[in-house]
Structures are given as C-alpha cells and as structure tokens.
C-alpha cells in the first residue's frame, strides 16, 4: 500500500522558516511528479509548488523566490524549504505524488495520485 507521510509543520514567527519534508513508502519502483499543496481555512486547495523527477519546478506566484521545492529520488521524498513566511502561508500543507509505480506482491501495480494526510504550518506572532 503506497503512503505519503509528511513532517516538519509547526508554528513559526513571521520572516521565520520552516522545512516540510514527505517520504512515500510502500515498495516503490518510481513518481512522476511531486508537489506540495495547500489549503488555508475558507479557501480551495491550491498548488504551491511541483517537481518532476528530472528537477523541474513550478511555483505559485505567491511562493515564488520564498519557498523551493525539492526530491530525492533514491529516498521518494520531496521537501519544502519556506523561507520569509508571512500569516498568509497559514495553512494545512498536502504532500501530493502522481504516475506511483510500486511492487504490490510479486506484480508492479500503477497507481494514478496519492496524497498525504496534511501537515499545518503555522505563521503568527
């Protein structure tokens, strides 16, 4: 059974930083891409940033030259480094991973997306 289990939220001041890290497990063969999304109370679900396995990124605009994103491939993990966090980053972030290849028994199985179970980031003073 393929699982995303993210670490690393909390509370931090505003300026301050935090680094989100999410390690996928369950005999993993390979992820396409990896991102991180967030979801602020009232507000949608929304991209913050992705990778693919080659390093390619893409940013929200709001993130963009605050937070980098970034995996190990030989781990299947992917982190979140958020520098210059303002109250406005204030929401639960979700490890999502797409394209999961992974050994089920003895067959390779595929499935589409998983997400993980949402770690809270915290930005007040």
């Known amino acids: 059974q393929v699982q995303l289990v993210e670490s690393g939220g909390g509370l931090v001041q505003p300026g301050g930083s935090l680094r989100l890290s999410c390690a996928a497990s369950g005999n993993i063969v390979s992820i396409d891409t990896m991102a991180w999304y967030r979801q602020a109370p009232g507000n949608q679900r929304e991209l913050a940033a992705a990778?693919?396995?080659?390093?390619?990124?893409n940013y929200a605009r709001s993130v963009e030259g605050r937070f980098t994103i970034s995996r190990d491939n030989a781990k299947n993990t992917v982190y979140l480094q958020m520098n210059s966090l303002n109250p406005e980053d204030t929401a639960v972030y979700y490890c999502?991973?797409?394209?999961?290849?992974?050994?089920?028994?003895?067959?390779?199985?595929?499935?589409?997306?998983?997400w993980g179970q949402g770690t809270q980031v915290t930005v007040s003073s």
């Open positions: 999502y991973a797409e394209g999961i290849r992974n050994y089920s028994g003895r067959a390779e199985s595929y499935r589409r997306d998983q």
């Open positions: 990778i693919t396995p080659g390093g390619k990124t």
